[in-house]
């Protein structure tokens, strides 16, 4: 289909312009209040809950719980490993989940890492755009024929590199860039053209102290910094690997973790959005990341719905 052509998914449509909250709390819920996690979320004012697939839950169940528990929320992951299942079995999931919930899922998928592909799901980690692209087009072949089989549903594939978001533009519904700067959000819209979706998530401290924030953030960035997609992302954008300690340097959390009151966080989106972004998704990040954190979502939420 020529960007002449190309029109947004109805659901990836209703995105452009709002904030979402991006966690991987509902892993961490209970399966039977997980529902509620995601009322929660859309009660504060929230247009999109993203979550992970990583050591938890199967992401399609996990979405499941989720639309069950909201009305109006659209549920996306962000992203699901394209190695944990089919491309087949991916195309069929969506196209249920969207039947049966008003469209509201959207499908983000993501080659993930080698230590998670290889260590933990004992696949070989190798030629992972070529791996995607080939997904990509599998599941458009993918015959189906229950009766919502012929619906469309929508797609976004974690992008970083020239190559990746050139796959995302050419076999997917746009990009859902992770721990990226508006810098990298234009080059995202770049690649993307005018057409097709940038969903950007953005880590964020609301409030607290300097030393509080660089607690946070560092935590948050331990792992990240030992991932090579990463680090080779953040060296397209200017950084080197003095930054790239375990933690990240105070530059690197500078960048990549917005830090203030609510009008900072704000201005952090804004600057997103200038850049290209058609949705924002928020990561709060708390003195607890394994608990939900209620009073930021409602702090920053009751803004959006001024």
Not at 259 to 267: L, N, R, T, V, Y
Not at 274 to 299: I, K, Y
Request: aromatic share 8%; proline share 4%; charged share 20%.
């Amino acid at each position: 289909m020529t960007s002449e052509t190309y029109t947004l998914p109805e659901n990836l449509a209703r995105l452009r312009g709002t904030v979402g909250v991006w966690t991987p709390t509902a892993d961490l819920t209970s399966a039977k209040e997980t529902g509620a996690l995601a009322e929660r979320v859309e009660r504060a004012g929230f247009s999109a809950m993203w979550i992970p697939e990583a050591w938890g839950r199967e992401a399609f169940t996990n979405a499941g719980l989720l639309l069950a528990g909201s009305h109006s929320l659209v549920i996306a992951t962000g992203i699901a490993n394209i190695w944990g299942r089919d491309p087949v079995a991916a195309a069929a999931a969506s196209k249920t989940l969207n039947a049966a919930y008003d469209d509201r899922f959207v499908l983000g998928l993501g080659v993930s890492h080698q230590p998670l592909v290889e260590g933990l799901r004992g696949h070989q980690y190798a030629g992972p755009v070529a791996a995607m692209r080939a997904y990509l087009s599998a599941m458009d072949a993918a015959p189906n024929f229950s009766s919502e089989g012929r619906l469309r549903f929508s797609k976004v594939i974690a992008a970083l590199g020239p190559k990746m978001l050139e796959a995302g533009a050419e076999l997917a519904d746009g990009v859902h860039p992770y721990l990226v700067t508006p810098e990298h959000t234009a080059t995202a819209r770049a690649a993307m053209g005018p057409t097709k979706f940038v969903g950007v998530e953005q880590a964020v401290v609301l409030g607290q102290s300097r030393d509080v924030f660089l607690e946070r953030a560092h935590a948050y960035l331990e792992i990240y910094t030992g991932l090579d997609n990463y680090r080779n992302s953040w060296r397209r954008l200017g950084f080197t690997d003095e930054d790239f300690v375990r933690g990240g340097s105070e530059r690197l959390c500078d960048a990549l973790v917005i830090h203030g009151d609510e009008s900072k966080i704000m201005a952090g989106v804004k600057e997103h959005f200038e850049a290209g972004a058609d949705h924002v998704c928020l990561q709060f990040l708390s003195d607890n990341m394994r608990t939900s954190p209620f009073e930021d979502w409602d702090r920053v939420g009751a803004g959006l719905t001024k």
